[in-house]
């Protein structure tokens, strides 16, 4: 009798341990599921955000690449991990109205990352020989606004990294492991590298529009902005400008989701419209510039 007993309980304790495993089943793939339709939403979101947000609206824009638009990249190369390649004339498309300047050839190993900032997609450089190319002569002889949004993945003396060269000496980025500088005067002091940071960088430079100013803005604010810089000109840009790296041997290790570029200074409200579309789509907090 006892014999039987032991039997029934082992055998009840077996099918409590199969629902168990069941349930844990079910809930690993709800989870799973669940994780794919919150990416799929988020990404919905951000589509939605970038195409109601001003940047093509605001008139003088340049360039514009982001990252979650079908119209961005080749469906084969939006794949996390893939390396980009230049196919259908592109290896990443501009979104502005007249899209003239598309990223036209790459070099090194620039690749794909599907969940970056606010896992959002972004462009991923790994220093060494990692750059894009594209044609920044509409920039030549102009004043310009230009942000960025990204992230540094390097801790040392390879954080030292410009992102964007419009040709010559006209480098935006690291100058120093806690410096950014954009061409000419200007500059903003960061904190030493410790981990990877999202910053949205906006670089302002005007001699005709208004008093001559340049700055250097993170994450909106006031920033480095300083009037009347002496000895500083109109951008001499070339057709080769650079993405990932400056003109000469400072390549770029990290994240760039983000570039929108205009040729001349935007109003200060025209820039706070398009920082806090890129506040909104980033999750980043920005301070709003007076």
């Known amino acids: 009798m006892k014999k039987q007993n032991s039997i029934r309980k082992m055998g009840f304790s077996l099918i409590e341990l ?16 669940g994780g794919a339709i919150m990416a799929k939403a988020r990404i919905g979101s951000a589509k939605a955000l970038t195409s109601s947000s001003p940047v093509a609206i605001i008139p003088d824009l340049v360039a514009w690449y982001e990252p979650v638009l079908e119209s961005s990249f080749n469906a084969a190369q ?3 991990g893939s390396a980009l390649a230049v196919s259908n004339g592109a290896a990443w498309f501009d979104n502005s109205p007249y899209k003239a300047n598309n990223v036209t050839a790459v070099a090194g190993p620039v690749t794909y990352k599907e969940s970056s900032i606010n ?8 220093g060494g020989t990692s750059s894009l190319t594209f044609n920044s002569s509409p920039l030549n002889q102009k004043d310009y606004t230009v942000f960025v949004v990204e992230q540094r ?36 002091n960061v904190p030493v590298y410790s981990k990877a940071t999202p910053r949205i960088i906006t670089f302002l ?19 480095s902005l300083a009037a ?37 200074a935007l109003k200060v409200d025209e820039r706070n419209d398009i920082q806090n579309y890129l506040s909104k789509k980033y999750g980043i907090k920005v301070t709003t510039s007076a």
């Open 18 to 33: 199969s629902i168990v495993i069941l349930v844990i089943g079910i809930l690993v793939v709800g989870i799973t599921k």
């Open 78 to 80: 939006a794949v996390d």
């Open 119 to 126: 896992s959002l997609p972004a462009v991923k450089f790994a």
């Open 153 to 188: 993945l390097a801790t040392g003396s390879a954080t030292v990294g410009r992102f964007l060269s419009l040709g010559g000496a006209n480098n935006f980025g690291y100058a120093t492991d806690t410096t950014i500088t954009m061409p000419g005067s200007g500059s903003y």
């Open 205 to 223: 430079s005007s001699l005709t529009v208004m008093t001559a100013t340049k700055g250097v803005f993170i994450n909106g604010g006031n920033g």
């Open 228 to 264: 009347s810089f002496a000895g500083d000109s109109l951008l001499t840009a070339t057709p080769i400008g650079y993405i990932g790296r400056d003109s000469s041997t400072s390549f770029y290790n990290g994240e760039i989701a983000e570039i929108i570029i205009y040729n001349r």
